[in-house]
């Protein structure tokens, strides 16, 4: 018996006040020599069996927790509906089935693998269901006391793919060394999340099903996170790429309003551009109906139609089709732009975007990047045709013209917009390039930046002092950020100070080996692009 271990773990219990006597049937489960113990905590109206985090003997996992009703059958393409208690102790040591999709994503975990020298045959994908509404929780303690602050992750995956459970996502190391909750929560994706049909123009929930999932997801935390250590009244959303994005239209959903009271936003922004009107939505809809080559194109006939038909058929007649949320006047009652610039921002924002997040997309096309920015308005394409020539080849050209408009010029419009509301915004730029073959290849490419925020730096990652330095300088600014509003504390006395965002002098933090506060880049640019952009951001 591993007795120092022992000891170690059951002088967490009686300082949790956990010490439980269980039933044979989970005690069974429990080997004092090397399985992880069981802990139990009511939630939920639910009695919940985690564990110790494989990752942190101090941290106990929930894995797996039902926050809704499965959106299956006549729930699917309804607001979720709330979980029913089950009776009996739980088990949550595993993690759910993520939600239904494809290999989207582990596809480009096996294209940065490969630049980096790992096998493709190393990156799996989960069992994938349309019963995929559940979340994850990893706390550092259960005294309600403690009231720990809580940070919330809404996974990337252009809302087509992604789960709360990636390897990268995994919350343990973040919760012990920030001394944070961490939470990751499944949403409905692809046709299943952010989709519309005719029939449901007069419904109270018309679209937008994914981003309903998150704010149901919140209200489950918010009533039971107390149960896990955590604060309600101090709530933190971060994600990346359109988990970035989703949190930035909650930020400005009036559903979503006290739910949360901070937001980091990784590579998010391009949803200020990017919403839908919901007829649009609702002919795609029916254009899907129509192309199954049924009787009837009802909502009714959708419904019984299997999941992987659905998906297989959006994918294979419609694989242009982007998946974001559209102004259904619920969710989203405006454009974000709109909503941004309209009415007083409620949350701390901390934001910002790589220095080359489209870089490993792109090639030296001049058609695709004529392409790219001809899709906006005529009155800034000259503004951005002359920034991509400041770059040495087209391809770092379209990349960063790209970056610009999709995260640099929204990040300063929400900072801009949320210091004007006397809430605090903090800019970053990620610059860190890993060394070897693979940085030199991808440069500080998109989602570069997720595993220095929760230390889950894959091994096949070239990761040395300098990744393990600004691993701890990015955690200890992104949980200071979760239980203050500010990244800074005094005990960061060997890194700089992150000032907030003032548009009359832009600063923004430059993390990389050497973090650095700098001027804020192509901030001038931005200024002059983002009149035209309100312009035409008409209510839909």
Not at 55 to 80: C, L, T
Not at 108 to 131: C, L, N, R
Not at 309 to 330: H, I, P, R, T
């Amino acid at each position: 018996m591993n007795t120092s271990l022992f000891s170690k773990r059951f002088i967490c219990f009686l300082r949790w006040g956990l010490l439980i006597s269980l039933p044979f049937t989970i005690a069974s489960q429990v080997s004092y020599a090397s399985e992880p113990i069981s802990i139990e905590v009511t939630a939920g109206n639910e009695i919940l069996i985690g564990q110790y985090a494989d990752q942190s003997e101090n941290v106990a996992a929930f894995k797996g927790i039902p926050y809704a009703a499965p959106p299956v059958n006549q729930r699917r393409w309804q607001a979720p509906e709330k979980h029913q208690p089950r009776s009996g102790k739980q088990l949550a040591i595993h993690f759910a089935d993520a939600c239904f999709q494809d290999n989207y994503n582990t596809q480009w975990y096996q294209k940065v693998g490969k630049a980096f020298g790992a096998s493709p045959e190393i990156f799996t994908d989960p069992t994938f269901s349309e019963d995929c509404l559940y979340l994850n929780v990893w706390t550092p303690s259960l005294h309600k006391d403690n009231k720990l602050p809580v940070m919330v992750w809404i996974h990337g995956g252009s809302n087509k793919a992604g789960w709360s459970y990636e390897a990268n996502y995994i919350g343990a190391q973040l919760a012990q060394q920030g001394q944070v909750i961490v939470v990751s929560i499944a949403y409905r994706l692809g046709v299943f999340g952010f989709f519309s049909h005719p029939e449901l123009t007069h419904s109270t929930a018309p679209a937008n099903f994914g981003l309903l999932d998150q704010i149901e997801a919140l209200n489950w935390i918010n009533k039971n996170i107390a149960q896990f250590g955590g604060d309600s009244s101090n709530i933190t959303l971060f994600g990346e790429s359109a988990g970035a994005a989703n949190i930035g239209n909650l930020i400005l959903s009036p559903l979503a309003d006290g739910l949360f009271q901070r937001a980091i936003s990784q590579s998010g922004g391009f949803q200020l551009w990017n919403n839908a009107d919901l007829k649009s939505q609702q002919t795609f809809g029916h254009d899907l109906a129509s192309s199954l080559d049924m009787k009837d194109s009802s909502l009714s006939m959708l419904k019984k139609t299997s999941a992987k038909v659905l998906f297989n058929k959006a994918k294979q007649d419609f694989s242009e089709y982007y998946y974001g949320a559209a102004v259904d006047g619920n969710v989203l009652p405006d454009t974000a732009l709109n909503l941004l610039f309209r009415q007083k921002q409620k949350v701390d924002l901390l934001i910002g975007s790589n220095q080359d997040e489209w870089l490993m997309y792109l090639d030296n096309s001049s058609e695709k990047l004529a392409q790219m920015i001809n899709s906006y308005p005529k009155e800034i394409q000259d503004i951005l045709k002359k920034r991509a020539q400041q770059e040495p080849s087209i391809a770092r050209g379209h990349d960063q013209t790209s970056t610009l408009m999709d995260m640099v010029c929204p990040g300063y419009a929400y900072a801009q917009q949320i210091a004007k509301s006397d809430k605090r915004a903090y800019i970053y730029r990620f610059k860190r390039v890993r060394t070897g073959s693979g940085g030199d290849k991808l440069q500080a490419y998109h989602g570069a930046e997720i595993p220095y925020v929760f230390n889950t730096h894959d091994d096949w990652l070239t990761t040395n002092k300098d990744d393990e330095m600004l691993t701890t300088a990015m955690i200890r600014y992104w949980t200071n950020f979760a239980k203050t509003g500010d990244p800074n504390d005094e005990k960061l006395t060997i890194l700089p100070i992150w000032p907030q965002f003032d548009e009359n002098d832009p600063k923004v933090l430059a993390l990389s080996e050497q973090i650095s506060v700098i001027a804020a880049p192509d901030f001038s640019i931005c200024q002059k692009i983002l009149p035209f952009l309100k312009l035409n951001s008409k209510k839909l």
